[in-house]
């Protein structure tokens, strides 16, 4: 399987940023679908948001306009830019790659005053 690994996640205030990557151990130029997850105490994994190959990108309704979604193919890294951040956002969040990517430890992000 491929190795998925992420990092970047913190503790940050409400209303800031933190940029979240995921570094992958395959070439991901020739990968369909990337993807983001994060996971809430108490809530089902949910799908924050998603990449196709071709940079086609989409998001949950929460995030949408707060939360970006992009990739690098010449550096296998994929990223998650988070603005605007409210403690609803508090989760460990993962990347994935469907059908290809085992799930990693994930990285925590904390937004509370």
């Known amino acids: 399987q491929v190795q998925l690994e992420e990092s970047g996640g913190g503790l940050v205030q409400p209303g800031g940023s933190l940029r979240l990557s995921c570094a992958a151990s395959t070439d991901i130029s020739s990968i369909y679908l990337m993807v983001w997850y994060r996971q809430a105490p108490g809530k089902q994994r949910e799908l924050v948001a998603s990449i196709t190959g071709g940079g086609f990108t989409n998001y949950a309704g929460s995030v949408k306009g707060r939360f970006t979604i992009s990739k690098d193919n010449s550096k296998n890294m994929m990223y998650l830019q988070m603005n605007s951040l409210k403690p609803e956002d508090t989760a460990v969040y993962y990347c994935?790659?469907?059908?290809?990517?085992?799930w990693g430890q994930g990285t925590q992000v904390t937004v509370s005053s």
């Open positions: 994935n790659i469907p059908h290809l990517a085992s």
